[in-house]
């Protein structure tokens, strides 16, 4: 168990659909990633906030979106849903905000749009 | 952007055999060189990094060798055990950016 936890583990859904995934980071943690593991595309950077601010930014669609709360916990919201955004969403988190810190993966959310 | 690739992409290796992977990047920036290694339906998991300023890093059965001008860097898995079975991931790191770009992964089976 890495400390880190996201809800929900499964969620299925419909096209054009919109939905929002939560993640808690480990206790003393401030920043917060997400990833996006699909069949092609493989493990891709999302976004990172940091102490409740957006701190870089990758491969992430304008349709979704992601904000860090006070209590630092994290939400990922994907909007317009297509079939192609089924995939395996992790978040990680880390102590500091910049490199060279391992990074601790929670245990996924397995999104399926049908 | 950096570009990672890793070679093989899937491995088959007796038990007790050794094992390498290889992961080559393109920025020449890149300072921090951790793999991870991810069970079927599981989390990644770090298992062992290394930072710019160092060859090579042991952790017991596990080791790790960089070659930054030549901008690679390999995983050695010796004595390897079922165990062992597992989709593994380089994932290079640059300056101060924390993301990190992974690797196209290698399927690692461990036979008995």
């Known amino acids: 168990d890495s400390g880190v936890t996201q809800t929900p583990k499964h969620l299925i859904t419909a096209t054009g659909q919109r939905v929002t995934l939560r993640c808690s980071p480990r206790?003393?943690?401030?920043?917060v990633y997400w990833y996006q593991q699909s069949l092609d595309q493989g493990l891709q950077f999302l976004i990172q906030?940091?102490?409740?601010?957006?701190?870089a930014k990758g491969n992430i669609l304008e349709r979704f979106s992601a904000q860090q709360f006070p209590d630092l916990h994290s939400e990922l919201n994907l909007s317009s849903l297509e079939l192609g955004d089924s995939a395996l969403y992790f978040c990680?988190?880390?102590?500091?905000?910049?490199?060279?810190?391992?990074?601790?993966f929670g245990p996924g959310t397995r999104l399926t749009v049908l | 952007g950096e570009n990672v690739e890793q070679h093989p992409s899937t491995l088959s290796v007796q038990e007790g055999d050794s094992a390498v992977i290889k992961c080559t990047y393109s920025?020449?920036?890149?300072?921090?060189f951790p793999w991870y290694k991810q069970e079927l339906g599981k989390r990644p998991q770090l298992i062992i990094d290394?930072?710019?300023?160092?060859g090579e890093k042991k952790d017991q059965r596990i080791a790790v060798t960089l070659n930054k001008t030549a901008k690679h860097f390999s995983l050695h898995i010796t004595e390897t055990q079922p165990e062992d079975s597992a989709v593994y991931f380089c994932?290079?790191?640059?300056?101060?950016?924390?993301?990190?770009?992974f690797g196209t992964g290698t399927r690692l089976q461990v036979t008995l």
């Open positions: 990680a988190s880390s102590v500091g905000s910049s490199g060279r810190a391992e990074q601790f």
């Open positions: 206790s003393g943690d401030l920043s």
């Open positions: 906030y940091y102490n409740g601010e957006e701190r």
């Open positions: 920025d020449s920036a890149s300072n921090y």
């Open positions: 290394i930072r710019s300023n160092v």
């Open positions: 994932a290079p790191q640059t300056g101060t950016a924390s993301k990190l770009t």
